[in-house]
């Protein structure tokens, strides 16, 4: 990228970026690109909230976030962004409260959606560069597919219990050659089921932390010039033996998207070509009125809680207790006649169980509690606050 020397500066921009600003490599003029750069940053979660925090702090002029998921008390461990007092709110917005608190100086731009084949072009397009902070193949695939189709380098990340990756994409250096991209190390996705996702297998909640502050360092270098990119290298990281490796990757000629004969030329069914769900499908939903309106007429209609014992002792609303990881074993105790109410926490488990009956048991009768049962004491029985 070119000098930014028409890029000003405002007397309280110049004092919060002084450290940068006298750093004999890095300087005015690097600033100037940071403040003029546009970054995506797809996903807010794990990977985005280091990325997000340290490029809104950094002074990246203007900052997209992509997420259409809403803060959850299980993303606490490790989604710094957020704080209790967001939970059940949409992560965009939450993100945005919190960077404007960091960063008033900066413009952000808010995608509450899902990225598709239908929507990325559009969205990609109009930035610099994207961080890729997603915990999934079709949508990495997607990211990387749109980069490459737009010609944006994409800062890649990745996290898996104890380990974490990262990589430049599509980087073009000052000579104009062209860096590998995500297809050049995976040209296709390995069989579903094969490699568990976060909600899954876990995560240790630092581990991000370490990987989202590579991930914006590397997106920095890209934007500045300064250093020399992660570009045709693939770092990896393990936490547990504090052992990094990093590999020499180059451009493959039987890369489908951009190698010696491309055969995709546009987006497509990232979803089918990886054999498996970005997101999940939406289920049968019941509100805690619309269950209490049954209750006090007396409908008829199963209740099942597939929260763990120990959170069935501190409070529970009378359901039949079925742990999410039995759910299977215990099908047989599911009505099938009547309709079945199926709950936990906040929603997400239950909605998980009844996608599981759903799929491998047919069942076309399950609700899941909308809020779950934190929801239904809020605003059905307060008295039972004891969460």
Not at 27 to 48: F, I, N, P, W, Y
Not at 157 to 164: C, K, L, N, V
Not at 337 to 349: E, L, S
Request: charged share 25%.
């Amino acid at each position: 990228m070119s000098a930014h020397s028409t890029i000003q500066f405002s007397k309280e921009e110049l004092a919060r970026y002084n450290r940068h600003i006298i750093i004999p490599d890095f300087g005015l003029e690097a600033q100037q690109k940071l403040k003029a750069a546009k970054v995506l940053v797809v996903g807010s979660g794990g990977l985005g909230s280091p990325v997000l925090l340290y490029l809104a702090a950094a002074g990246i002029g203007t900052i997209g976030i992509i997420d259409f998921d809403v803060v959850d008390d299980s993303n606490l461990q490790r989604q710094v962004l957020f704080g209790v007092e967001e939970i059940g709110k949409p992560k965009v917005e939450a993100a945005k409260r919190r960077l404007e608190a960091l960063n008033p100086h900066i413009e952000l731009v808010l995608y509450n959606t899902q990225l598709t084949s239908a929507n990325a072009l559009d969205i990609i397009k109009d930035y610099d560069i994207v961080a890729d902070g997603t915990d999934n193949f079709p949508t990495r695939y997607l990211v990387n597919d749109a980069s490459v189709l737009l010609d944006k380098p994409n800062v890649y990340a990745s996290i898996f219990q104890f380990e974490g990756q990262v990589s430049v994409f599509n980087y073009r250096n000052a000579k104009g050659e062209l860096g590998p991209n995500y297809r050049d190390l995976y040209p296709t996705p390995p069989p579903p089921g094969l490699v568990p996702s976060c909600a899954e297998g876990g995560v240790l909640g630092v581990l991000p932390g370490i990987i989202g502050s590579l991930q914006a360092l590397e997106v920095i270098k890209v934007v500045t010039g300064v250093g020399e990119p992660l570009s045709g290298r693939f770092y990896i990281f393990d936490a547990l033996n504090f052992e990094s490796r990093t590999f020499n990757i180059s451009r493959r000629a039987d890369n489908p998207i951009n190698g010696d004969n491309p055969t995709i030329r546009q987006l497509i069914d990232y979803e089918q070509f990886c054999g498996m769900k970005a997101v999940e499908r939406p289920v049968k939903e019941i509100t805690p009125k619309e269950l209490y309106d049954w209750q006090v007429k007396g409908e008829p209609f199963q209740l099942i809680d597939v929260r763990e014992p120990h959170e069935f002792e501190i409070v529970n609303i009378g359901a039949e207790l079925i742990p999410l990881a039995t759910v299977a074993d215990n099908a047989g105790r599911i009505s099938k006649d009547i309709n079945v109410v199926v709950h936990c926490k906040m929603g997400g488990r239950s909605a998980k169980a009844i996608r599981e009956l759903e799929e491998k048991f047919g069942f076309r009768n399950l609700y899941n509690l909308k809020g779950g049962i934190l929801a239904y004491i809020d605003e059905v029985q307060p008295e039972l606050n004891r969460y």
